[in-house]
């Protein structure tokens, strides 16, 4: 989908209330969340529909897939066949026309998720886009751009990222392990 700005549908809204029964036991400090409506959105169900305590960040928007957002990746594999192959051996650095580059998103969302796990501590909720968490998660844990796509990301997916005294981090999968092709 991209930057479309679409609002949950009836299956998005059943994976935020099944994360909103998941995380009904946790103290939760603070949510951050992509500006978009879909994950706006799954951010008010999981706090319970309160507006307060959710904050917006702009950088945590998913890639811009310019002249290629919201058309499924086949379509744009026999559409545009030699710029598809182009981004397979160029993930970093090629971009859809009018679009951004995996290294540019990289370049947005890498300081915001520093910043936030140097600024707040607690329980934090990162509420985001395959895109961006796949950004995330392949830098700390020192995934190649290359690997991005064997992150897993299905929808409602959550990963607990733990910061150790070293200044590292532990991964651990939580929920939504795929069991079926169900890329986005």
């Known amino acids: 989908m991209g ?12 994976q935020a209330e099944a994360l909103m029964e998941f995380f009904q036991n946790i ?13 706006r959105q799954t951010a008010e169900i999981i706090s319970g529909c309160s507006r307060n305590g959710i904050i917006e960040v702009q950088e945590f928007k998913e890639i811009n897939l310019g002249l290629w ?6 379509m744009i ?12 051996k160029h993930l970093l650095t090629f971009q859809p026309p009018r679009g951004e580059s995996f290294g ?3 370049e947005r969302v890498l300081p915001a998720f520093e910043r936030i796990v140097k600024q ?7 509420i985001g886009h395959a895109g961006v968490n796949r950004t995330i998660l392949s830098k700390i844990q020192g995934i190649s751009i290359h690997d991005f796509f ?26 939504g392990r795929r069991n079926n092709s169900d890329e986005s």
């Open 77 to 88: 594999k026999g559409s545009y066949p030699d710029a598809y192959e182009e981004r397979g």
């Open 104 to 106: 540019q998103l990289a």
């Open 3 to 14: 930057i479309t700005d679409l609002p949950l549908v009836r299956e998005g809204i059943d």
């Open 27 to 39: 103290a939760i400090d603070f949510i951050f969340t992509s500006p978009l409506k879909r994950c």
């Open 150 to 175: 064997l992150i897993e990301q299905p929808y409602g997916s959550v990963y607990e990222i733990r910061c150790t005294e070293d200044s590292g981090y532990q991964v651990e999968q939580l929920t």
């Open 69 to 74: 957002e919201n058309k499924p990746m086949q």
């Open 120 to 126: 707040y501590t607690g329980n934090i909720i990162i």
